[in-house]
């Protein structure tokens, strides 16, 4: 189980590259400020490529399902945690 602590900002930024033996990962955030989560560059905090809320102080995103990049951006300067599980761990 790989486990990240990486810092997100007001510009988009991959967590998470390609992995096809992804099983499972999750993005927690403990920070004061609202991330949202994509698929690709394009992420935005509103409008058409609005992301999928993590919401500030204390929200959490998993996904089951999907195996290609994974982007973040944030609505300040933010810290977010990802977990990703693969199938040699699962």
């Known amino acids: 189980m790989a486990v990240i602590t990486t810092d997100v900002t007001t510009t988009a930024k991959r967590v998470l590259v390609k992995n096809d033996k ?11 400020y609202d991330v949202y989560i994509g698929h690709d560059k394009n992420v935005s905090t509103s409008g058409k490529t609005k992301g999928i809320l993590v919401s500030a102080n204390g ?5 089951e399902f ?3 990049e994974v982007w973040a951006i944030a609505t300040g300067d933010a810290e977010v945690t990802v977990v990703e599980v693969t199938e040699e761990e699962g």
């Open 66 to 68: 999907y195996k290609g």
């Open 22 to 32: 992804r099983v499972m990962y999750a993005v927690l955030n403990d920070s004061g």
């Open 59 to 63: 929200g959490v995103w998993s996904d």
